[in-house]
Every structure is written in C-alpha cells, then in structure tokens.
C-alpha cells in the first residue's frame, strides 16, 4: 500500500503544472521536476549540486533573500516571489512557496519550492520596466502594510541608493519623516474607501543620508488580489521657501489636533501662502 503511495506521489510531482525543486538543507539541488526544466531550460546535469543562484537575474533584492533564510532556518514556510533567468536569459516571475523539510527526530534536512510561473501576469511590467526607470518622476508601488514592492531608478537614485532593487522589501514608513507618519495610513485608507481626494496628496520623504524631498503624489488603489497602491510622485523644488515650509508644516503638526482639517491643510500646501492662510484660518 506504501508503495503504491509512493508512486502516486512521484507522478504527481512529475506531472505537475508547477515547478518544484528539492535542495538539502545546505541548499544544494538534489531534484527539479520536467516542469523546472521545460520553463527554464537548463538540464539536470546544469543544475544538480548547484544551488538555486543558478537562477538569479540580479533584479531580487538582497533582503528578499536574506528574510527568505531567516524565515526557513526558524522552521517556518517561506512565501514570495522571485524575477528570475532561463538558461537563454529570458526573464520570468514565479510566486514560489519553500517549505522545510524535516527528518523523524524534527531536524530539517532538505527544503522544497512549489512555484507557479507567472511571466504572463508579469509581462506589462516587464515591458515597461525600461521606460519606468527612465523617467524623471518617482514610481512607487506598496503593499497594504507599506512594504516596497516596486520603486523605479530615480527615485532610488534621489533617496540614496545603488539601485531600485534595494528598496523592494523595505518599509516605505521607514522614509517618511515623524510629523507625517500618522498622516500617510489616514490618507491610504481614504485611498481604498475610494476618497478621490486622496488621488493627490503632498508630503515630505527622507533620504538615507537624512535630507528631506518634497513630493506631490498622484495615488491610485490597484483593486486585485494584492491591494497594491501606485503611486507617482513629482519631486517639488522651491528652494527659497523651502526651509520655512519645513518649519511650518512642524508647527502645524504640534498645533493643530490631528484631524480631516489637518489632513486636508498638509495635502493643499505647496506654498508659504497656503500655509499660512490656513494658520491664520485656524482656531488655537
């Protein structure tokens, strides 16, 4: 009866419509399914004793993989995705999912990644990616909770770092400075409850080095199964003014109790003016 289980599972594997890989727990490939091969075009004698590096394309961060072994060595089932090469070059996205496999006494002594192709879902992204990187305006993409999906090369550039794919997995919270970190979860809820005049907003962004943009964002809730926001931005240079609108966006914050009249004065300012009108306008 065990054996015939066996079978039943080893034609499944092979027969799969996924990829599936098999690694000892050093991360060395020891199996790859016909479907591994068919997507990728390597054969067994390119990949077996190698490792999955085989397959990078150089385009996933370096904290993707670093949580992804984290994530593994604590025993626990690691889920996301990879921009991955064939043999012949070809880029693909796979959603992958890497389970640790573990031995009768509990020890983990290989890991296994089900992936499911997805270069056809990918494929606008790809075909836009030059051009994204190309223009002089911020393109941003977040989760839900604010996790980095997706920044383009300027935008990367501007806040300080070597190159757009350092800033997927990265909290976007993380460069947003103190006085606007109640604000920005205010206006992406109002964002998904399908506020249009959240569309638009104006705030300020911090670069590694602790330098401050100003950006007028134009927002859009991308309604799918990952509720992704879009956001384009418009870095904002009025270099007279600049410090004092700091200053008084500041003041504002500490003055004025949070709410829609503050939510609404900091979306509006673009000017000293603005700013100040609405401080004459307030009641403290």
């Given at each position: 009866m065990n054996t015939d289980i066996n079978k039943i599972i080893l034609t499944a594997i092979d027969q799969a419509e996924t990829t599936i890989l098999i690694t000892d727990k050093e991360g060395i490939i020891i199996y790859a399914n016909p479907k591994f091969y068919a997507v990728t075009k390597y054969t067994t004698?390119?990949?077996?004793?190698?490792t999955p590096r085989i397959l990078a394309s150089k385009q996933t961060s370096k904290q993707v993989y670093e949580e992804l072994w984290r994530t593994l060595k604590s025993g626990t089932v690691w889920r996301g995705e990879f921009l991955n090469k064939t043999k012949n070059g070809n880029l693909f996205w796979e959603i992958a999912t890497i389970t640790p496999l573990r031995n009768e006494t509990g020890e983990i002594t290989h890991f296994m990644k089900i992936a499911e192709v997805m270069d056809e879902l990918k494929h606008t992204v790809l075909n836009?990616?030059?051009i994204v990187s190309l223009t002089?305006?911020?393109?941003?993409i977040l989760s839900p909770d604010f996790t980095i999906k997706f920044a383009n090369d300027q935008l990367a550039y501007d806040l300080g770092y070597k190159h757009e794919t350092e800033m997927v997995g990265v909290n976007w919270m993380d460069h947003i400075p103190q006085y606007f970190k109640n604000v920005i979860p205010y206006v992406h809820d109002k964002l998904m409850q399908a506020d249009t005049r959240y569309r638009e907003f104006t705030n300020d962004i911090v670069t590694l080095d602790d330098n401050l943009i100003n950006v007028k964002w134009f927002n859009s809730f991308i309604n799918g199964q990952h509720n992704w926001t879009l956001c384009i931005g418009i870095p904002l240079v009025v270099p007279d003014v600049e410090q004092s609108i700091r200053a008084l966006r500041k003041y504002w914050k500490e003055a004025i109790q949070q709410d829609k009249m503050l939510i609404e004065s900091i979306k509006e300012v673009s000017n000293v003016r603005k700013i100040e009108n609405n401080l004459n306008n307030a009641s403290l």
């Open positions: 004698e390119d990949i077996v004793g190698k836009l990616w030059s002089a305006h911020y393109i941003l």
